[in-house]
Nanobody, 121 residues
Framework: QVQLQESGPGLVKPSQTLSLTCTVSGANITARTYYWGWIRQPPGKELEWVGAMGYTGNTYGSPSLQSRTFIFRDTSKNQFTLHLSSVIPEDAAVYYC?????????????WGQGTQVTVSS
């Protein structure tokens, strides 16, 4: 069974970089043809797709966040990491990592439990 676990600081100061890592078990992040994504849910709002990495290492980002988003991976640890730079209060959310349905960038089947991120000085 595929399992994902997010880790990272729960509190980030404005203008700093948010860094979250997703550790995957039960599947290999280089296996074709899945996407490994980050999705967030701000308080009181709907889920928002942040970005994803494909099995080749290619990355894809939400147009509204792409300029601040960097996703990379460590295949030796079967982990992928999100960096979101220049955070603002609106970036506060529960952040989830997830694995997509086969060959589907925007639909996700397996999810981590989520991690709360607060943006505050």
């Amino acid at each position: 069974q595929v399992q994902l676990q997010e880790s990272g600081p729960g509190l980030v100061k404005p203008s700093q970089t948010l860094s979250l890592t997703c550790t995957v078990s039960g599947a290999n992040i280089t296996a074709r043809t899945y996407y490994w994504g980050w999705i967030r849910q701000p308080p009181g709002k709907e889920l928002e797709w942040v970005g994803a990495m494909g099995y080749t290492g290619n990355t894809y980002g939400s147009p509204s966040l792409q300029s601040r988003t960097f996703i990379f991976r460590d295949t030796s640890k079967n982990q992928f990491t999100l960096h979101l730079s220049s955070v603002i209060p609106e970036d506060a959310a529960v952040y989830y990592c997830a694995r997509s349905l086969f060959s589907n960038l925007y639909a996700y089947e397996f999810w981590g439990q989520g991690t709360q991120v607060t943006v505050s000085s």
